[in-house]
């Protein structure tokens, strides 16, 4: 069964620095990563995407977060992180974690708020 945990979400007041963390897990033998990314869903919102980087590498980013947001990833422990700096109050929103287009996470809570 494929699990995809995130975690590293919280509070934090404008202009500051979080960094996300998904762990993918159970992928063995049925499956090879394509894609890990980023998705966000604030209030109200559809959910959009933030981030996504394949297994050749290639990174794609929202205008929105372009200069500020960092997605980088470790194969070897199917892992995808997201480090986020200079955050502003419109990138409060539920972070979740997608592998494949496929399987998505529970989500984590980023607060942008003073």
């Known amino acids: 069964q494929v699990q995809v945990v995130e975690s590293g979400g919280g509070l934090v007041q404008p202009g500051e620095s979080l960094r996300l963390s998904c762990a993918a897990s159970?992928?063995?033998?049925?499956?090879?990563?394509?894609?890990m990314g980023w998705y966000r869903q604030a209030p109200g919102k559809q959910r959009e995407l933030v981030a996504t980087?394949?297994?050749?590498?290639?990174?794609n980013y929202a205008d929105s977060v372009k200069g500020r947001f960092a997605i980088s990833r470790d194969y070897a422990k199917n892992t995808v992180y997201l480090q986020m700096n200079s955050l502003k109050p419109e990138d409060t929103a539920i972070y979740y974690c997608?592998?494949?287009?496929?399987?998505w996470g529970q989500g984590t809570q980023v607060t942008v708020s003073s």
């Open positions: 997608n592998v494949n287009a496929i399987f």
């Open positions: 159970g992928i063995g033998s049925i499956f090879s990563i394509v894609v």
């Open positions: 980087i394949t297994t050749s590498g290639r990174i």
